[in-house]
DNA sequence: GCCATTCCGTGACAATCATCACGGGTGCCC
DNA sequence: GGGCACCCGTGATGATTGTCACGGAATGGC
């Protein structure tokens, strides 16, 4: 456990306590790369936007109590699949990936985290094991909660409980979703739309089109839909043709949401 | 609401309140068949081992003053994809399956639920929509509470929160197995495989074999495993020619549960 | 016992898509 | 700047499996 400033590559940041995390090469996480650094839940920009930091002041402050906080370089692990759960992380910024994957190296990606979830809770919650990997895909902050904390925290707090059993209910309600996208398709075409039009609910759509940001690699898109690095770059290639949407970079544009539809449709 | 001892084909029995479930045709569920009833939570055969049941006598009687009972046939439905949350369904005794599906009428079943689980839960909790469709395919007991009360409840009990909590947990854990089955496997034989072991991890092993009951037609296997009718039906006789399993009417033993797992191994 | 419906078995066929293979592009690090 | 990863594009190919079609078995209601 550390505690106290830390020189980094580019600035010092202040890391309260330092929870292990997994670095692709195997080791543990000690070196936490620049970011901005949301020191205080209270002052936090998603306190009143996320459900989870939503809570009075007083509850917050006992959550801080038992919170350390800990920042993540791109590629580093959170927590692994099938390991005994330690607690949850609250993503305070950057993203995260959940995924599963068998035993021949096939993986299913069945998350993007934003900041204000949750990680790790249904296995906390439960006491069983970590039931999906989450690697840092964008560099992220976290606040750590131990398990035991995490639990005697609940049992004080009814309402925070409540707002757990939210989480959870949406987190379930996500996965359902995606179960639907990979389940219920004919074809991978069928699959990519449907993914498209579920990622771009989160975003505006003005004078028919729709704007979205994509950092994903077509082989994220192939593990996220249940298909192939390649069919996914086919399929893409395909609706631009066909003029659906158009592609610059990490940015999407959707021009014809109504064909996408019509695609799942059937 | 009705309250009162009511006539049946074969029985009288007891009905609190009668909670709208839909049958087949369309209309509301209004003939509940005879079935065991069970009156009280406190002597219901699964509260010690079930999640939800299990909780302080106090807390159950609470429970019970909110609830009402109903009994429902093969082919009634509960809830339906897309309603708004009314509230949950304790599942007392039967069995209900717990499906999506698309425009085009391919369906996909997450679940077959059991006695002791709480239906509608996600949903309840975070004031959406239900997810899944609920059938009944084995006459089904359930007590119904409305969402209100339920979260008044949760709110004066944290312990039953924390349960609530626990029970999303579970659930958010299965729909992450069936995710695996789906979503990770590279033909539908392995699926098939994987379907079957999930399924036997409940029943007891002896002497390398694993007797099991499987009430399900192939197409609902089918469905379960994101496969058609047809290939369920040839992979089936394939396992058996191969020694894998055997099948008499719905009971099914897994002769070779190695060979299984060499499967889904790859 | 008869009719109707559902369920299971099986053949033929076509389409989709995973896989392999390869090359070109881009960025990153030394 | 050279090399090394990684990512994207594309062709050829073959296995898998969804789909259609049909008949027989089984089940259940009257």
Known sequence: M??????????????????GGIL???????????????????????????LFCNLPEQTVKALSAITSSASYPKGATLFVEGQPARGVFILCSGRVK??????????????ISEPGEVLGLPATVTGTCYELTADVVEPAQSNFIARNDFLGFLKDNGEAALRVAQQLGET???AIAEMRTIGLSHSAGEKLARFLLEWAANYPEEKGQIRLKLTLTHEEIAQMIGSSRETVTRLLADFRRKQLLQVMGSTLIIKNKAALESIVTG
């Open 2 to 19: 550390l505690t106290g400033w830390r020189r980094n590559p580019n600035r010092f940041q202040f890391v309260t306590k330092l929870e």
């Open 24 to 50: 692709p090469d195997g080791t543990n996480m000690r070196t936490p790369y620049g970011l901005e650094i949301i020191e205080n839940c209270l002052s936090c920009p998603h306190r009143e936007e996320r």
């Open 98 to 111: 959940l995924s599963t994957s068998s035993a021949d190296g096939k993986t299913l990606i069945l998350r």
């Open 172 to 174: 379930y309600h996500a």
